[in-house]
């Protein structure tokens, strides 16, 4: 039976710097694509007015990136293991339930990048047969403490069988 209430597990608030951290790394990139713009509007002689709006609508999208979408990612990431399944919750705006019962997990992965090991935040990918499902912005030691978790259900699952 699945619970009524939502997943116990919350993200750590160290999560919310590496969050900020990725969305100066996204803003380097609006910047980039910004300049290109710039340039285009600039070679065919597009009235200023565009270049106006662009520049205000990047800025006004990396604001929001930086000072208000980790923190909702904070809030809104959440995950249980139950004897079994696991369940995660996400989203912030369009709130997600997955519930993947541990008898159709066949593979558990971490996964990391160059900026998450600085912070030592990782995410847990847990392959079934037909989808993938992760559980992002863990702090290192909850995502190998999860990924052991699931080998040990998994396992006694397939002992069961």
Not at 85 to 96: A, M, P, Q, S, W
Request: aromatic share 12%; net charge positive; hydrophobic share 45%.
């Amino acid at each position: 039976m699945i619970e009524e209430n939502a997943p116990l597990h919350k993200l750590d608030k160290a999560v919310i710097q590496y969050d900020k951290t990725n969305s100066l790394v996204n803003g380097l990139f609006y910047a980039i694509g910004c300049a290109v713009l710039l340039y285009i509007i600039d070679r065919f002689e597009w009235p200023i007015v565009y270049a106006v709006l662009l520049i205000i609508l990047t800025v006004f999208i990396f604001c929001i990136d930086y000072f208000v979408l980790p923190y909702l990612r904070y809030k809104s990431i959440r995950y249980e293991v139950h004897p079994t399944y696991l369940e995660i919750l996400k989203g912030i705006f369009f709130r997600t339930r997955e519930v993947i019962p541990i008898e159709r997990i066949q593979q558990v992965l971490i996964k990391d990048n160059p900026i998450s090991r600085r912070y030592r935040v990782q995410s847990v990918e847990i392959q079934t047969a037909g989808t993938n499902h992760t559980v992002p912005l863990l702090l290192e030691k909850e995502a190998q403490a999860l990924k052991k978790g699931m080998m040990e259900r998994i396992k006694e699952v397939q002992s069961d069988v």
